[in-house]
C-alpha cells in the first residue's frame, strides 16, 4: 500500500505561481509512474499531468501545457507540480495519484482509472 500526501495548496491571485507536493510511503518511489489530476466544485475529476518513473517523459493536459510543470525527485520520494499564470478556472483540490504499472496498467494514463493510490487532495484558489 501507498500513501501519498499532498502539499502547498492555498490561495493565489490569478497569475500568480504556486509549488504543490506529493511525498510517497514507498521504499520503491522510482517504479511508479505518476500523476497530477484536479476536481472543481460539481464536476468530474480531470487529469492535468503525468510523469514517466524516471522524470524524463511528462505530458500534460492542453489546458495547461505550457503553464504547468511536473517533476520528480525520486531520492526525496516526491513529485511536484509547478503552477505559473494561474487563472481563476484553475481553482480545484487537486490530487496526486500513482500508477503502479506503468508499462501495462488498464486504461489510458491521462483517466483515473489508471492509478492505483490517490492522495487525500490539496485546494487551490484562484483569486481574480
Known amino acids: 500500500q501507498v500513501q501519498l500526501v499532498e502539499s502547498g495548496g492555498g490561495l493565489v491571485q490569478a497569475g500568480g505561481s504556486l509549488r504543490l507536493s506529493c511525498t510517497a510511503s514507498?521504499?520503491?518511489?522510482?517504479?511508479?509512474?505518476m500523476g497530477w489530476f484536479r476536481q472543481a466544485s460539481g464536476k468530474e475529476r480531470e487529469f492535468v499531468g503525468r510523469i514517466s518513473r524516471s522524470g524524463g517523459v511528462t505530458y500534460y493536459a492542453d489546458s495547461v501545457r505550457g503553464r504547468f510543470t511536473v517533476s520528480r525527485e525520486n531520492a526525496k520520494n516526491t513529485v511536484y507540480l509547478q503552477m505559473n499564470s494561474l487563472k481563476p478556472e484553475d481553482t480545484a483540490v487537486y490530487y496526486c495519484?500513482?500508477?503502479?504499472?506503468?508499462?501495462?496498467?488498464?486504461?489510458?494514463?491521462?483517466?483515473?482509472?489508471?492509478?492505483?493510490?490517490w492522495g487525500q487532495g490539496t485546494q487551490v484558489t484562484v483569486s481574480s
Open positions: 495519484a500513482a500508477d503502479e504499472n506503468p508499462l501495462h496498467g488498464l486504461g489510458v494514463p491521462t483517466t483515473t482509472t489508471r492509478y492505483e493510490y
Open positions: 514507498t521504499r520503491t518511489f522510482s517504479s511508479y509512474a
